[in-house]
């Protein structure tokens, strides 16, 4: 099987899907000639022109208000926000429209929207540019949320995304753009709401999400010979696949969610609930969550990596999970 990078993955999704439909247009800041910030729309300008990949003014709200009217009417736009700090400014076409409209017209007007956006940190770009939103998106009715944590995932999930008719925040994080990875040829999907097993394990449940995954795989090679850590990449927010976790967690007895987001509202304590009110018998410890600080990220790298678990991190909590009684 051929390994290709995460940002080639997600490019060669977009070109099936507008060369199976018509209907798919690209439209976000410099993504005509340039190809995008990161490379994700690479001669796409040039095969499929200015019709289809249209290029717009630094305004995300414009961006989401254009893709939303555009979705209305049965186009089907994947609409980028560079960085997701920036979706801020388009919220009200996201939160009240995007999520809202196919629910407020009784399923009249259906939403086919993608909006592909990249956050996290590790780049050294400081608070504005390196936060981890999805706990926003989670917890409003009516937008699926996907990261993918793979250049497999990234297409498969991306393919899926861009045939279904709800709007999907797709979240990726920019450390794996150019992490290689195997993807198959020929066509094949990642459905939305499946979680992976990515190491099967007894005595701790790891449930870790986007970069997360790859640090807590790091994490479980260190601790391979003295405790065996189940990861899980749960892959989809929403839809949710937490009986893939409760399966696991009734196995281990233990888990672990990791997430670089602030801990504090973040998505950690929503699987923390669901494993607490479907696997409670089954738990030999507290569920915990390693997560990043309640604070805004600072520029300096000692500073930034202090902010967001650690390999070195993981460990340390897998050890004194395992050791509680």
């Not at 060369?19 to 410099?30: A, K, T, V």
């Not at 300096?300 to 991190?313: H, I, K, M, R, T």
Request: charge should be negative.
């Amino acid at each position: 099987m051929r390994e290709i990078r995460y940002v080639d993955a997600l490019n060669k999704a977009i070109r099936e899907e507008m060369i199976r439909d018509g209907n798919i247009f690209l439209i976000g800041e410099d993504i005509g000639p340039l190809g995008g910030t990161f490379g994700v729309y690479k001669d796409l300008f040039r095969e499929f022109g200015e019709k289809r990949v249209r290029q717009t003014p630094i305004s995300e709200s414009a961006i989401i208000g254009t893709a939303v009217g555009a979705a209305m009417t049965g186009l089907r736009p994947i609409a980028e926000i560079m960085y997701i700090d920036f979706i801020t400014t388009a919220m009200d076409q996201v939160i009240n429209q995007a999520a809202k409209l196919s629910f407020m017209s009784g399923g009249n007007v259906q939403m086919p929207l993608v909006i592909r956006t990249q956050q996290g940190p590790g780049t050294r770009e400081a608070a504005q540019h390196s936060q981890n939103l999805e706990a926003w998106f989670v917890h409003t009715p009516g937008l699926k949320v996907v990261m993918p944590s793979s250049p497999y995932d990234a297409k498969g999930l991306l393919k899926s995304s861009i045939r279904d008719n709800s709007p999907v925040i797709f979240i990726e994080h920019r450390l794996l753009y150019f992490k290689k990875g195997s993807v198959p040829e020929g066509e094949w999907l990642v459905p939305l709401g499946e979680a992976e097993v990515k190491k099967e394990g007894n005595d701790i449940t790891v449930v870790a999400t986007s970069l997360m995954v790859h640090q807590a795989l790091e994490a479980a090679e260190i601790l391979s010979k003295e405790i065996s850590v189940e990861v899980i990449d749960p892959r989809t927010l929403v839809p949710l696949d937490i009986e893939k976790v409760i399966a696991s967690v009734k196995k281990t007895g233990r888990i672990l969610i990791l997430h670089e987001a602030p801990v504090r509202g973040g998505i950690g304590a929503e699987f923390v609930r669901q494993v607490t009110e479907k696997a409670f018998d089954y738990l030999d410890s507290p569920p915990r969550v390693l997560g990043g600080l309640n604070t805004p990220i600072p520029f300096s790298p000692p500073l930034e990596n202090a902010c967001v678990p650690q390999v070195e991190d993981i460990v340390g909590m897998v050890k004194e999970i395992v050791k509680e009684k």
